[in-house]
């Protein structure tokens, strides 16, 4: 193979390397976004169950006094 084939070759691989690892990296950081916005999501629901049953718990011992 000459050189300027070998260059171009070269050259090919690299910028395909290359956009390969922006398309992985960014597909990467979308994943994580998603999921901490779901974990988010998560936890405002179970604090909102955990305060239900607290205020609950709290009225039937005032009623009980």
Known sequence: MSS???MKQAQ??????HRSSITNSS????K??????????KANFLFE????????TIKRLLLHY
Request: net charge positive; proline share 0%; aromatic share 22%.
């Open 4 to 6: 300027k084939k070998a």
């Open 49 to 56: 169950i955990f305060q239900f049953f607290y205020i609950q």
């Open 27 to 30: 597909k990467f950081n979308f």
């Open 32 to 41: 994580n976004k998603n999921s901490s916005k779901k974990n988010k999501k």
């Open 12 to 17: 090919k691989q690299a910028y395909a390397k």
